[in-house]
């Protein structure tokens, strides 16, 4: 294979997302835990045999797509490619390599063809329980945090190494979803191996790096050349974000812009905290690579190419780059404000290119865990989501999860899992920031347990997901804030991060904020403002004192 005309290039690169999509449904439809099926927490990719991205999951989480590269190479660190063999699968969740705590596990499974590694296939699942204390900020450090999984092969040729299972069987508490997610990566790489085996079968290729080359090569040619509509300039944002108990750190991000490339460097960032809301360096890099991307508007998907014209610099012990042992179980409660912190810091040099602050900016969320009166375990993570910051043209989206990309649970599917009652699901009025374009709503999420015949076998252990507690949600280019976030357990306000234990009958509510506005709300359509009044969305006095509203 010494030349590629434009059609096959163009039919082998569809086909690379195509089987990339395939491998994520086999992951889903085969996994274990709501968290995989309902919730999308997980990433799937493939990779040349340079170990370079190809293709992956838009479905999928940033922050466990954006590090699988990352993982990938530390694992062929320790198991060099010259001494793997076909049937050899690895498994590792270091949280410095991958993304950024120890619940994801990844699984790569390099793929052979003719006794060559030709390309890899990469999986990553947020899995329900990996031992350790459960979900909690509380862990002192990175060593309560549960256990963590060297870069091992899970398959040795192709006989599984149950040395390794053991050892992960008896370190989590949910065995059996455990497992059974595992085994879900397990397949999902190797139907993605068999795909990709068949397209070099087709063609009599002996590999695939004449594509891989001339896809990444291109790719690399239209993000430069988009980076050069953003005026060169030095752009800059300082971002507080309250943490607990009064506490908070800043985010600074300066954005250089020197004709097509492009350098974000976090230096003046808050130092590494106590609490387990540290961020690594790779979990970092991936949210501020997502925004790049969502900035540049690229007519492609993400690959190795478009990554080439970006760098990212973060201070070693900052906590957008902590050191080992720092706790990181909830790092999504700083590293979900990098899209944040990147838009507002480039906000006025491509307004066009940008959404207002989102009130599921950090992700909200609850783990439960304890027991049916059957004698089952139950241990899911459900999502709950707040509203997307207004848009350049339009308003913001509700209840839409960003920049995390996870899915609100299904209220049917939570109440099966889950012996609870949810006693609200609504828009939350007033919550979208004011704007010429305003945020998407936020939400009411509240909820029972349950204390009769159907009700728990003993306490309920939770642990809630949440922030905006401290300052509101932004808006950008005159656009307004939305409300802080709310949390309430039996009517008293809380924190996140912390467990407690709910009792049969005890109830919490999460107000979770609406999105930013964007643009000056006295620019606003009347019309909308009216239906908006209309429609219940928004109270009149919001509608009088943010928009100057007189009526119908």
Not at 545 to 552: L, S
Request: with cysteine; net charge negative; glycine share 10%.
């Amino acid at each position: 294979m010494t030349e590629l005309d434009p059609i096959t290039l163009e039919m082998f690169w569809r086909r690379f997302n195509s089987t990339v999509d395939e491998l994520a449904a086999t992951l889903k439809r085969t996994s274990f835990s709501t968290v995989v099926r309902d919730v999308n927490d997980y990433a799937a990719a493939i990779f040349d045999a340079e170990r370079r991205l190809l293709a992956q999951s838009p479905e999928s989480t940033p922050g466990l797509c954006g590090p699988l590269g990352n993982m990938l190479r530390h694992m062929l660190i320790d198991n060099p490619p010259e001494e793997l063999r076909d049937g050899d699968v690895l498994i590792g969740n270091n949280p410095w390599h991958g993304s950024g705590h120890h619940n994801d596990i990844t699984v790569a499974t390099p793929i052979f063809l003719n006794g060559r590694i030709i390309a890899y296939t990469v999986t990553c699942c947020h899995h329900v329980d990996i031992g350790g204390r459960r979900a909690t900020i509380e862990s002192r450090d990175n060593y309560e945090e549960g256990l963590r999984i060297p870069h091992l092969k899970i398959y040795k040729a192709g006989e599984l190494n149950t040395d390794v299972l053991a050892f992960i069987q008896n370190n989590v508490r949910s065995a059996d979803t455990v497992l059974g997610d595992l085994r879900a990566q397990f397949a999902a790489n190797h139907v993605g191996g068999e795909r990709i085996r068949s397209m070099c079968a087709e063609r009599g290729w002996d590999d695939l790096q004449l594509v891989a080359d001339e896809m990444i090569t291109r790719s690399e040619a239209l993000a430069r050349a988009e980076i050069r509509k953003i005026p060169n300039g030095v752009y800059e944002s300082v971002s507080p974000i309250g943490i607990d108990d009064g506490e908070e750190v800043t985010i600074k991000c300066k954005v250089t812009i020197a004709d097509d490339e492009i350098e974000i460097d976090f230096a003046g960032t808050s130092a590494q905290v106590r609490t387990a809301i540290n961020c690594t360096y790779t979990y970092a890099c991936s949210y501020t690579t997502f925004a790049v991307n969502a900035v540049l508007e690229l007519p492609i998907k993400m690959n190795e190419g478009t990554l080439k014209p970006l760098t990212i610099k973060a201070e070693e012990g900052s906590i957008l780059n902590c050191t080992f042992p720092a706790p990181v179980f909830a790092r999504t409660s700083i590293g979900n404000y990098m899209a944040e912190v990147v838009f507002a810091a480039i906000a006025r040099a491509v307004p066009d290119r940008i959404c207002a602050g989102a009130g599921s900016t950090p992700m909200w969320g609850q783990y439960f865990f304890g027991k049916r009166r059957d004698g089952g375990g139950f241990a899911p993570l459900n999502v709950v989501n707040g509203g997307l910051g207004a848009r350049p043209d339009r308003d913001g989206v509700s209840c839409l999860s960003f920049p995390v990309n996870v899915g609100n649970t299904p209220i049917e599917v939570l109440e099966n899992d889950v012996p609870i009652l949810i006693r609200q699901r609504a828009l939350w009025v007033d919550s979208a920031g004011a704007g010429e374009y305003r945020g998407g709503f936020g939400q009411l999420f509240e909820v029972e347990v349950l204390d009769d015949e159907h009700g728990p076998d003993g306490d309920i252990l939770a642990s809630f997901r949440a922030g905006r507690f401290t300052y509101p949600v932004p808006g950008f280019l005159g656009g307004g804030e939305a409300p802080n976030g709310e949390l309430y357990v039996n009517g008293e306000a809380q924190n996140s991060g912390i467990q407690r234990s709910l009792k049969p009958g005890d109830h919490f509510l999460c107000r979770i904020p609406g999105g930013g506005g964007l643009g000056d709300p006295g620019k606003r359509d009347p019309a909308l403002v009216a239906r908006d009044v209309e429609y219940g969305l928004i109270s009149t006095d919001f509608a009088v004192r943010h928009y100057g509203f007189e009526g119908a």
